[in-house]
């Protein structure tokens, strides 16, 4: 809560009540003078990742209160859409290599090497796409990567980055000529499917639970393997 010169008044003591719809309480001195006041408030949405601002104005004794505002929720910073694109984009390599590399050789006479290159550019996308989205999340709330991690949404991400390194290996490793050992494709996009569930986890569907989130992860999968 700040007064009109911008500088802040509150106490501090911002507690959190928790549960499915929280409310944030902070205290203000018994001694609060008259003036035009706001508070400033910002949240990090559990459901989708976007940060969200805005003010509430109010007044004590004789004075005008400031104007409210909400921030433009259809406002999406350009990295964070740039890393949603990328992210999208290595997951339809990916899962499109898959469907080269396990289904169609059962029908008919399928380069290898295309699809695995395939599959190693799809991972090498996602894992730069989920970084930033990392980064524009960090940038968006002030978060340090440590506080960020704290959240249900910095450990998704963390998660889909460690997803995205080991499947970018292994796809590196399954694409490298002359290798006898060489692993199969398959462990990588494993792991792009369980980093697509995650992404799932925090798009507008898993306000429907479990279901929502099933609903949406199958249907990035196919429209992947479709693309």
Known sequence: VVDADGERVDLGDVTNSGG???????????????????????ALSGHDGHVTDGTVGFAV???TPPDSRDSDTRSVPWLGDTGRLLAFAGLA???????????????????????????LAGASLHLLGVVFLLKSTMDE????????ASTSLGRVLMLRIGLGIA???????ASLPRVPARLPPHLAVLLLVASGVGSARFGHASTAGLA????????????AAWV
């Open 20 to 42: 499915t719809r929280p409310t944030l309480r902070v205290s203000l001195p018994e001694s609060l003078p008259d003036g035009a006041y706001r508070m400033l408030w910002q």
């Open 61 to 63: 004794g004789d004075f």
């Open 93 to 119: 390599l990916g899962f499109g290599a898959a469907v080269f590399l396990v289904w169609v050789p059962g029908a008919l006479a399928v380069p290898r090497r295309p699809a695995l290159e395939a599959l």
């Open 141 to 148: 709330t002030g978060l340090s990567d440590a506080d960020l």
């Open 167 to 173: 499947a970018l290996a292994f796809a590196g490793i």
């Open 212 to 223: 929502g989130i099933a609903v949406d992860a199958m249907h990035l999968f196919a429209a």
